[in-house]
């Protein structure tokens, strides 16, 4: 089974950049698709971002396109969401999920998530 940590979150102003990071391991992760999901106080968990196995696909909800990106690296067990542009609206936890399968990654139906990071942007 896989575990995920995230790392990378923290607080900026608006318009500033963060890189979150999702580190897998106990697993093979070049099998698993992976998500980035967060969630903001008093909302429920959000779909952000996929990536495929091979990083040859990637998907993201509208409010982020332009301004996030996803990418991986199957030799390092990693995945990232590089954000810029933040918005104040961007404020919540994010979550990383590995998934056997994209609409698994893509709909959050996986028992394999990270804790989660605060990313807090200031206006």
């Known amino acids: 089974q896989v575990q995920l940590v995230e790392t990378g979150g923290g607080l900026v102003q608006a318009g500033g950049s963060l890189k979150l990071s999702c580190a897998a391991s106990g697993g093979t992760f070049s099998r698993y698709a992976m998500g980035w999901f967060r969630q903001a106080p008093g909302k429920e968990r959000e779909f952000v971002a996929f990536i495929s196995w091979s990083g040859g696909s990637t998907y993201y909800t509208d409010s982020v396109k332009g301004r996030f990106t996803i990418s991986r690296d199957n030799a390092k067990n990693t995945a990232w969401l590089q954000m810029s542009d933040l918005k104040p609206e961007d404020t919540a936890v994010y979550y990383c999920?590995?998934?056997?399968?994209?609409?698994?990654?893509?709909?959050?139906?996986?028992?394999?998530w990270g804790q989660g990071t605060q990313v807090t942007v200031s206006s």
């Open positions: 999920n590995a998934a056997l399968s994209t609409r698994a990654a893509m709909t959050g139906s996986t028992n394999y």
